[in-house]
Structure formats: structure tokens, C-alpha cells
């Protein structure tokens, strides 16, 4: 690394996600997982796996979300919650719920999982069935959060909306109460990866965003001390661009499947970036000296609008990964900021995409009709 680089401070990361396999039974048109999988012969070991824990548990790490793919793909899934809660890591598990059975739920409970996240497509078994491309899978979804509910964890709802089902958000919002959820994720889709080709299907109007924003406001009002509702609004009919990550490099790291170390889930679209694996580095090395996460830390990085932005410590310049798919500059400001010189093109880009006729959902493994 050249000296004129000036590297920032940066304290430890407090959460990592772990993707354990990039197997998953569903072929969900908006899955943000690279368009290449990892497959199972590549995939970290359970010794491997555990060893990523020790460290990030030394690093200063509190939280650890186990996900994938589908983590319950995992027939170790038990022993590594196991290994990461006896290092006192808080364990949450990110799941479709499709693998796990009520047994194998209370031995996560055992092995000290502290939390569950379970995805939603839709708020019908037709609906959710032909979004996740899985038939039957509604139906497991609410079983696995009864089984989730008498095992005594609290239960989160992910429930990622988009043009098709995103009037649905009040019915999700009621589906989480009856669930026994205490928090709910309503997620517009972002369009890395896969989902990037289903953008003509899935990029919900303007309108139907500016509806879920208000759904949104007044359903937190009305469960106000009974449900927390987070929201993620549609990137391309927003104000400005969110906190991706919470800024780059700041608070968290992706480990994929095969070890690779990256400072957000899509960060591996930026081609001029070069990543490390647990198999070659420590994760405090790659944490702290890797080219890949000190590449956007700090402002030195940061176009003069951004470094001049009154806003530039509230959103860290937006999503790197985001500017790189619509500009083809992983620098640039990013445009769905409303100060972005390209903020036009954005907005008719998400206009025409949004009104297209288009409505075929391409699956992984296969194109089908929604």
C-alpha cells in the first residue's frame, strides 16, 4: 500500500455476517447474492468456521448473523451457533426457515441462538409461493414461527417488498403481530446481484413507495410498544442515499461462504477491488490494513461534492456498490442523491422501469411467468 494513502482510524466492527453456504431451496427473483454461487465444495469448513468466530470474538465483534443462502442448508448448523455463542458472540440466525424442523429448532434454543429472522415473500401461500419460487414454503414459514415462539426467541419478520407485493405491507405488518414478532424488516429490494435482472419486475412506482413510506409511519404509530418496524425505502425514488452499512469499512464485514472478507454483501461488483480470505489473512489485518476496506473510509476517497456536503457524515457518501452498477464509477457520488449531476438519469431510468409491462420474474435455474 502506497504511504501517500492515508489510512483513517477505524475502531473494531461490532457485527459480521456470516454466510455459511450460498444453498437455498427458494429461487427468490430479488436475491441479492452474486449471480455465481459458491458452491458447497468451497465452502469454509466447521474448523474454519469456528476459528472466524475466535477471531472475530478477539476483534471486538458482539454480534454475529448466521445466514447464507439458507444457513439450515448447514449440517453443522447447531455445532457453529454453539461455538459462536460459547465465545459470547450474540447469535442471530437469518433464515427462510425451509431445513429446520421443530427438533432442530430447539437445539439451536440449546446451543444458545438469541435470535431469528424469518423471511416473508407474501402474505398468502399463492403470493409468497410464487415469489420464492417454492411451493409449500408459506406454509413452513409459520410453523417455524410457532416453533420459534414456544422456544422462547424473539422473532424478527424480513419481509422484502417490491412492485408486486408491495401494497401487502399493512397485511406483513398484521402477519408479524400474529406471529408473535417483535420486529419487523420491511426492505425495499436493492438490485445487486440476481436481482439486478428482475428490475424490470420488481422496481415498484413512485407511488406505490411514497403509499409504503406513510403505511409505514402510521403502522408505527398504531404498534407503538408492541412491534419495532424498520424501513428501508426504494433507493431510486428517494431524497437522498442511505447509510449503506452504516459507512464503509465503519461498523461491520461479510465473510462468504468460501472466506472471502468483503465490507458489504455486494462489495464484490467493484472490479478494482482485490479481497483477502480468512484462509490467507487474520480478519484484524484484513479489518484493519486491506486495501479493499480502506479503500472508502474516511472523506479522501469522496468526490469535492461530497466532501463539501453537510451530509457526508450522515450518509458516508451513499452506496459505493450502487454507484458502481449505475455509473460504472464505484467513486462517484452516488445518484440517487438529489445533488448528484446524474439524479436525472436515475429518475428516468426508475420511471420507465417502473411503468414497464414487464412482469416475468427471472428465477435462478429457470424463467418463469409471476
Not at 469448513?45 to 476459528?51: C, G, L, M, N, Y
Not at 468466530?53 to 455445532?79: I, K, M, T, W
Not at 437469518?94 to 416473508?120: C, F, K, W, Y
Amino acid at each position: 500500500m502506497s504511504d501517500a494513502i492515508k489510512i483513517p482510524r477505524v475502531p473494531p466492527p461490532m457485527a459480521m455476517l456470516a454466510e455459511l453456504t450460498h444453498r437455498c431451496p427458494l429461487a427468490c427473483p430479488y436475491c441479492s447474492n452474486p449471480t455465481e454461487l459458491t458452491g458447497a465444495d468451497e465452502e469454509l469448513s466447521t474448523a474454519e468456521w469456528i476459528s472466524v468466530f475466535r477471531q472475530a470474538a478477539a476483534l471486538g465483534v458482539l454480534h454475529v448473523h448466521l445466514s447464507g443462502g439458507e444457513p439450515a442448508a448447514r449440517g453443522d448448523l447447531v455445532e457453529l451457533t454453539r461455538a459462536a455463542a460459547t465465545l459470547g458472540l450474540y447469535t442471530n440466525l437469518i433464515t427462510s426457515g425451509l431445513g429446520l424442523t421443530e427438533a432442530r429448532v430447539n437445539r439451536l434454543a440449546d446451543a444458545g441462538l438469541e435470535h431469528v429472522q424469518l423471511s416473508i415473500q407474501g402474505v398468502s401461500p399463492e403470493s409468497a409461493d410464487r415469489i420464492g419460487g417454492y411451493g409449500g414454503g408459506y406454509n413452513r414459514k409459520i410453523a417455524v414461527a410457532g416453533w420459534v415462539a414456544n422456544a422462547g426467541m424473539p422473532l424478527t419478520i424480513n419481509a422484502v417488498c417490491h412492485r408486486l407485493n408491495m401494497d401487502e405491507i399493512e397485511a406483513m405488518i398484521e402477519l408479524a403481530i400474529g406471529l408473535k414478532a417483535r420486529r419487523i424488516e420491511v426492505a425495499t429490494v436493492q438490485f445487486h446481484g440476481w436481482a439486478e435482472r428482475n428490475k424490470a419486475a420488481l422496481l415498484p412506482t413512485r407511488e406505490q413507495a411514497e403509499q409504503a413510506t406513510r403505511t409505514v409511519a402510521e403502522a408505527r404509530e398504531r404498534y407503538r410498544g408492541t412491534l419495532v418496524i424498520d424501513y428501508v425505502p426504494a433507493d431510486y425514488h428517494s431524497k437522498y442515499p442511505k447509510a449503506c452499512m452504516g459507512g464503509w469499512g465503519r461498523i461491520g464485514m461479510n465473510v462468504t461462504p468460501s472466506g472471502r472478507v468483503l465490507p458489504c454483501h455486494a462489495a464484490e461488483t467493484i472490479p478494482s477491488l482485490s479481497f483477502e480470505t480468512v484462509r490467507e489473512s487474520s480478519l484484524a489485518e484484513i479489518w484493519y490494513e486491506s486495501g479493499a476496506f480502506n479503500a472508502y473510509r474516511g472523506e479522501d476517497w469522496m468526490p469535492e461534492l461530497c466532501r463539501n456536503c453537510e451530509r457526508k457524515a450522515v450518509d458516508f457518501g451513499g452506496c459505493r456498490c450502487q454507484a458502481m452498477a449505475l455509473v460504472g464509477d464505484a467513486s462517484a457520488t452516488d445518484p440517487v442523491c438529489i445533488r448528484s449531476p446524474l439524479r436525472d438519469d436515475l429518475t428516468l431510468e426508475a420511471n420507465a422501469f417502473s411503468v414497464a409491462s414487464q412482469a416475468d420474474f427471472i428465477y435462478r435455474g429457470r424463467a418463469s411467468k409471476t
